[in-house]
């Protein structure tokens, strides 16, 4: 790490020494029922980068704040969800059609989440949960595309996400997905802003220490969308990356933007065999 790398993150770090500490060894069961694999061992890609376990990011919140989400009932993520449901089996646009009219149940959408972002070999492109219900919705609804990240668009992929809790995360990153997923991980390792920091140099190198009031994880995503109590609404994974960029006080990408599907998609293979948790709570 450079110099100037490492100075910063010593002065965000708050004495890593006095409270260091890893993941807890709780277990996460959704409801009594869904049984999540929350630690996993590294997918191959992975090596060499010194994480050989995969670890949820559920494993660094506070007791109170897992509690949450050990319940439907409690998980205030889920009542995005109902509204999502309502949307789906609503009809709009100049078709007159609801996703209901042509995919039934939500449950069909089953696996959906475990396997995007995903190469679409009609378009030609790596797409998003959120990308694909939006040519849904103008391709064949007639509708207007939902804007990236807002609350249509993220409680429609918190449905989606729920649909495949318990299910393992298992991307795919070669063939034609090859080249976005390198571009994502080019981002990764890019060290942005005055601080110059990379993804890594928090997610990678320093999880389990605290910085501010924060328990660093890696940075995983198989629990997105999740439900934020610091802002009670559901957050997008692009949303959050942006977050994470600005605090390195750098210019951010876009939600939706060519260059946050990429980093999607290589942030989501690290977790791939992990559960897919969304929607998940987080502090
Ligand atoms: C007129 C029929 C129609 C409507 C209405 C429709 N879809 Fe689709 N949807 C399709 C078809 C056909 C596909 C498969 C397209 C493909 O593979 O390129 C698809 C694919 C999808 C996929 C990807 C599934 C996968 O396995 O990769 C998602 C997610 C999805 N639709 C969500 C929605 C949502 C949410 C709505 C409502 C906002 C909706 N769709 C409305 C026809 C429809
Ligand atoms: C300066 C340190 C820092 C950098 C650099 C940083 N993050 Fe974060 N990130 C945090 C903190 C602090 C949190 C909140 C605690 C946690 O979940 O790790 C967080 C949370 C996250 C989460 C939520 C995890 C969850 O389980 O809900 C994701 C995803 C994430 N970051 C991805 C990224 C990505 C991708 C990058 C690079 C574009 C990045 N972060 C850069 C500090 C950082």
Not at 101 to 118: F, I, L, Q, R
Not at 255 to 276: D, I, M, Q
Request: hydrophobic share 35%; glycine share 8%.
């Amino acid at each position: 790490m450079k110099l100037k790398a490492l100075t910063a993150m010593a002065a965000l770090l708050v004495a890593p020494a006095a409270f260091a500490g890893g993941a807890d060894d709780d277990t996460l069961v959704i409801n009594g029922e869904i049984e999540m694999t929350t630690k996993a061992d590294a997918p191959e890609h992975m090596e060499g980068t010194g994480i050989d376990q995969v670890i949820s990011g559920w494993h660094f919140r506070a007791d109170e704040t897992q509690q949450i989400q050990m319940d439907d009932f409690e998980n205030q993520g889920m009542i995005f969800v109902d509204q999502a449901i309502n949307t789906w089996n609503t009809a709009e646009g100049s078709a007159g059609q609801s996703c209901a009219d042509c995919h039934n149940d939500p449950e069909s959408m089953a696996g959906v989440t475990a396997t995007y972002p995903k190469w679409n070999e009609d378009a030609g492109e790596v797409r998003t949960v959120q990308m694909q219900v939006n040519d849904c919705r103008v391709n064949r609804m007639g509708a207007e595309p939902w804007p990236y990240d807002a609350a249509p668009a993220i409680n429609m992929e918190a449905l989606i996400a729920s649909q495949s809790r318990g299910m393992p995360v298992d991307v795919a990153i070669d063939g034609p997905a090859a080249e976005t997923w390198e571009q994502g991980k080019d981002i990764y390792y890019t060290r942005y802003g005055q601080l110059e920091l990379a993804c890594a140099s928090c997610h990678e190198e320093n999880y389990g220490n605290y910085i501010r009031a924060d328990h660093l994880s890696q940075g995983q995503i198989n629990g997105f969308p999740t439900y934020r109590l610091k802002n009670a609404k559901l957050n997008g994974a692009h949303s959050r990356f942006k977050g994470c960029v600005r605090d390195t006080r750098a210019e951010t990408f876009a939600t939706g933007s060519p260059e946050f599907v990429a980093l999607e998609l290589y942030v989501k293979s690290r977790g791939n065999g992990l559960s897919v948790e969304g929607p998940s709570v987080r502090n």
